[in-house]
């Protein structure tokens, strides 16, 4: 199964990086092992050649995801990982600092093998909420939007905004609005898809 959260890589001069991306587990987010597949060209790909250490979070506060796609990261600071040269973001739910043991680079979207190495469970993450997940599918649109139609993008933003307008919080509703206005901007960067 993959779950989204957010990863740290060490960046230029070991300064945190981080983007959102979904590992997959062979079970759950309790095993020992996950592949991570950043995309060829992704800074988070490029940092885990350079340094083959990390941290995934869970966290569920999906202003992060949508702060960190749009590109106005606010985000908490982060403190150093224990037993990985890397670094973990504060506040979150749960950080698994990890090691790359194994590393395919061969496709658009690499496979790199982790073995977790220490785990760190701070606070309890909140249950199921609709518009938290629709905000969550709104920021992975939003990432793609140069591979998407304009058209496609809107709809399938309409068909999530409901769940947001009506279980949301003003957290999840902001997130949705700023990941929204990025994927449909008018300065769009140029679509690999014909419109
Ligand atoms: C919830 C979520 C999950 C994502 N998972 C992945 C992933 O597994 N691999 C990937 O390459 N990009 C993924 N993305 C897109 C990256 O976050 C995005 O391309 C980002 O710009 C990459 O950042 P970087 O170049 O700083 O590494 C995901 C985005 C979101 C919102």
């Given at each position: 199964m993959?779950?989204e959260?957010?990863?740290t890589?060490?960046?230029p001069?070991?300064?945190?990086?981080?983007?959102?991306?979904?590992p997959?587990?062979e079970n759950?987010e309790?095993?020992d092992?996950f592949?991570?597949?950043?995309?060829?060209?992704?800074?988070?790909?490029?940092?885990?050649?350079?340094h083959?250490?990390?941290?995934?979070?869970l966290?569920?506060?999906v202003?992060?995801?949508?702060?960190?796609?749009v590109g106005?990261?606010?985000g908490?600071?982060c403190?150093?990982?224990?037993?990985?040269a890397?670094w973990?973001?504060?506040?979150?739910c749960?950080a698994?600092?990890f090691?790359v043991?194994?590393q395919?680079?061969?496709g658009?979207?690499?496979?790199?093998?982790?073995?977790?190495m220490?785990?760190h469970?701070?606070?309890?993450?909140?249950g199921?909420?609709r518009?938290?997940?629709?905000?969550?599918?709104a920021?992975?649109?939003a990432?793609?939007?140069?591979?998407?139609?304009r058209?496609?993008?809107?709809?399938?933003?309409a068909?999530?905004?409901?769940?947001?307008?009506?279980?949301?919080?003003?957290e999840?509703?902001?997130a949705?609005?700023l990941?929204?206005n990025?994927?449909l901007a008018?300065?769009?960067?140029s679509?690999?898809?014909a419109?």
């Open positions: 993959i779950i959260g957010l990863v890589t060490l960046g001069a070991g300064a945190c990086h981080v983007a959102p991306m979904g997959r587990f759950s309790w095993d092992s592949e991570l597949a950043p995309f060829q060209g992704s800074a988070t790909l490029r940092h885990l050649v350079e083959p250490e990390g941290v995934f979070h966290d569920d506060r202003m992060l995801f949508a702060q960190l796609i106005g990261w606010e908490p600071v403190s150093a990982a224990e037993v990985v890397g973990v973001v504060q506040g979150v749960r698994v600092e090691r043991e194994g395919d680079l061969s658009m979207r690499s496979c790199l093998s982790c073995r977790v220490r785990r469970e701070y606070r309890a993450m909140s199921f909420n518009a938290k997940h629709a905000v969550v599918e920021a992975i649109l990432s793609r939007r140069h591979m998407i139609q058209g496609e993008l809107e709809s399938r933003l068909d999530l905004y409901p769940l947001v307008s009506k279980t949301g919080g003003s999840e509703l902001q949705f609005a990941l929204r990025y994927a008018d300065d769009q960067v679509r690999q898809v419109q």
